[in-house]
């Protein structure tokens, strides 16, 4: 059992780099550490506008989508027909056109996804990356056990929330958090020594009595 703590004594797990940097050191990392407060803030509102909208008012995602674009739709045709009677400029709507590049690269893309998740499921199901399949194994039962508890809106923004306050909150108080980390992962350490001396010992010995017998 290692804590790995002999790189830095200071930090837990020998960490080098600042959670900036682990993060990326970049607009996302920037938005997760609250380095822009208006934007992290407002993702955090709108956000839970949104989960409040779905979880409270009985609407779902196509009704609300449906409702929205009717609306617009009304909107914008009230609008032109108005304007054409009335000899007035009609809506400024931009002209929707995609262009043959854009999808050949997004199918590309899409393309390569699919054809590395394809094959990362066939050797999974073949038995070739025992690791892999365990690792994949453990994530669907997590994710099945939470889907027990919530549902994928709430886990969503649940899962937004911690994102955007657990980082930040060890940030700010990364020393504190730190020292009393070492200290709980040296003494896990000292129990595990003990119960080594105690328990885990005599059972290897029991174990290689029983192959010399055999």
Same mark, same amino acid.
């Given at each position: 059992?290692?804590?790995?703590?002999?790189?830095s004594?200071?930090?837990?797990?020998?960490?080098?780099?600042?959670?900036?940097?682990?993060?990326?050191?970049?607009?996302?990392?920037?938005i997760?550490?609250?380095?822009?407060q208006?934007?992290?803030?407002?993702?955090?509102?709108?956000?839970?506008?949104?989960?409040?909208?779905?979880?409270?008012?009985?609407?779902?995602?196509?009704?609300?989508? =449906?409702?929205?674009?009717?609306?617009?739709? &009304? &909107?914008?045709?009230?609008?032109?027909?108005?304007?054409?009677?009335?000899?007035?400029?009609?809506?400024?709507?931009p002209?929707?056109?995609?262009?043959?590049?854009?999808?050949?690269?997004?199918?590309?893309? &899409?393309? =390569?996804?699919?054809?590395?998740?394809?094959?990362?499921?066939?050797?999974?199901?073949?038995?070739?990356?025992?690791?892999?399949?365990f690792?994949?194994?453990?994530?669907?039962?997590?994710?099945?056990?939470?889907?027990?508890?919530?549902?994928?809106?709430?886990?969503?923004?649940?899962?937004?929330?911690?994102?955007?306050?657990?980082?930040?909150?060890?940030?700010?108080?990364?020393?504190?958090?730190d020292?009393?980390?070492?200290?709980?992962c040296? =003494?896990?350490?000292?129990?595990?020594?003990?119960?080594?001396?105690?328990?885990?010992?005599?059972?290897?010995?029991?174990?290689?009595?029983?192959?010399?017998?055999?």
């Open positions: 059992m290692d804590c790995k703590m002999n790189s004594p200071d930090r837990l797990f020998g960490r080098q780099r600042t959670i900036h940097e682990l993060l990326g050191a970049g607009f996302i990392a920037d997760i550490l609250w380095r822009r208006n934007l992290t803030s407002g993702l955090l509102l709108v956000t839970f506008a949104v989960w409040v909208v779905f979880e409270k008012s009985g609407y779902t995602l196509l009704s609300l989508v =449906s409702s929205v674009l009717l609306l617009l739709v &009304i &909107i914008f045709f009230v609008w032109a027909k108005s304007a054409s009677i009335l000899n007035r400029p009609p809506p400024p709507l002209e929707l056109h995609i262009s043959e590049e854009v999808m050949n690269e997004a199918a590309a893309i &899409i393309r =390569s996804r699919v054809n590395a998740f394809s094959s990362v499921s066939l050797d999974i199901a073949l038995g070739k990356n025992s690791d892999l399949f690792k994949v194994a453990g994530a669907l039962l997590l994710l099945s056990i939470i889907g027990g508890w919530t549902d994928f809106l709430t886990l969503g923004y649940t899962s937004l929330f911690l994102v955007l306050t657990v980082p930040a909150l060890y940030e700010k108080y990364e020393n504190q958090i020292r009393y980390a070492m200290i709980g040296r =003494s896990l350490q000292r129990l595990y020594m003990k119960l080594d001396m105690k328990c885990f010992s005599k059972i290897r010995e029991l174990v290689l009595e029983i192959k010399k017998l055999d």
